[in-house]
Nanobody, 125 residues
Framework: QVQLVESGGGLVQAGDSLRLSCAAS????????MGWFRQAPGKEREFVAA????????AYANSVKGRFTISRNNAKNTVYLQMNSLKPEDTAVYYC??????????????????WGQGTQVTVSS
């Protein structure tokens, strides 16, 4: 079982940037799709972004497209989420998750089997 640990969350103002990191334990990282999801209070968990094993393929939610960038470093077993031009509606707990092996990116949380504990991102207006 892979262990995922997120970091980099915090309190920022609208328009600011943050970079989230997710470190995976063991060798169960490269080869797998990695994703970021978020959950705001009173709302369901929603897809944010995902990257395939080689970083050649990415997917983004429409709400973050053009502002967020997902990347990965397989040598460091780490996936990142660069978040620019943050808005108050981006406020949520952000979760890192490991998906299937390969390059077929799914946007469904049910297709991601391992999850981190989450990191809080709060954007003030």
């Amino acid at each position: 079982q892979v262990q995922l640990v997120e970091s980099g969350g915090g309190l920022v103002q609208a328009g600011d940037s943050l970079r989230l990191s997710c470190a995976a334990s063991g060798r169960t990282f490269s080869g797998y799709i990695m994703g970021w999801f978020r959950q705001a209070p009173g709302k369901e968990r929603e897809f944010v972004a995902a990257v395939d094993w080689s970083a050649a393929g990415t997917a983004y939610a429409n709400s973050v497209k053009g502002r967020f960038t997902i990347s990965r470093n397989n040598a460091k077993n780490t996936v990142y989420l660069q978040m620019n031009s943050l808005k108050p509606e981006d406020t949520a707990v952000y979760y890192c998750a490991r998906g299937d092996y390969g390059s077929q990116i799914s946007l469904r949380a049910a297709d991601f089997g391992s999850w981190g504990q989450g990191t809080q991102v709060t954007v003030s207006s």
